[in-house]
């Protein structure tokens, strides 16, 4: 398993870095916000698909409950909920489960809910906003580690998510090493550039001379 240095990898560069290996289209759309903590949370995707509810559930809770019980240490979860706002679809029970596997954040297009609790657990959480209803009879999770489309991206289990302030990127599986060997490269480029500039070097000499911005 990948050792990540949240320290120097984050949203912005790993999107330069899918930018430049013809990538482009691997982050949400802005919406989702961090809700609980402001540290970046990166780790492996499991995806969970949601859909709404307009009729008693006969297995409430069934499958997302499911899915929490087969996180592994890192994961991080997916909430495809399609942006509905019906309930709040993740709180502090679920996290606690979710902590106990060794989960480290949750990415959701939805609602949320518990977020004093959450945040007392020192627990990432990206979502569209808040809601204190119950998602039982309202929404529920019809699958989970199945691809699917959250924000605009599609993406499957065992991806790397990685979100900050700046926003959310989604990495394939595929090219996850070759993401992260050029955004550690433009990383250390980068403090050259920063260094030189802080040392007195116009930023149109700095480019000029290490063609990094």
């Given at each position: ?11 912005a ?28 949370l ?48 993740w709180g ?15 990415v959701?297009e ?14 990432p ?17 019809l ?60 930023a ?10």
């Open positions: 398993m990948i050792q990540f240095d949240v320290s120097d990898l984050h949203s560069v790993v999107s330069d870095a899918l930018d430049t290996l013809g990538y482009g289209g691997q982050c949400a759309t802005p919406g989702l916000a961090p809700l609980t903590v402001r540290r970046a990166i780790g492996r995707c499991r995806t969970t698909l949601w859909g709404d509810l307009f009729h008693k559930d006969p297995e409430p809770y069934a499958k997302e409950l499911q899915a929490v019980d087969s996180l592994n240490e890192g994961d991080v979860v997916i909430a495809a909920a399609s942006g509905s706002m019906r309930s709040g679809i502090e029970l679920l996290t606690t489960a979710a902590l106990n596997r060794g989960c480290r954040g949750v959701a939805g609602a949320v809910r518990d977020l004093a609790r959450m945040r007392s657990y020192d627990f959480v990206y979502a569209l906003g808040t809601c204190p209803l119950d998602s039982q009879n309202r929404q529920r999770v699958d989970y580690d199945v691809p699917v489309e959250i924000c605009g991206v599609v993406v499957h289990s065992g991806d790397l998510v990685v979100a900050d302030e700046d926003g959310i990127v989604f990495v394939p599986q595929a090219i996850e090493q070759e993401v992260l060997e050029f955004a550690r490269k433009k990383v250390t480029e980068e403090n050259r550039v920063r260094e030189a500039i802080r040392n007195g070097m116009l149109t000499e700095a480019y000029a001379r290490f063609g990094v911005l």
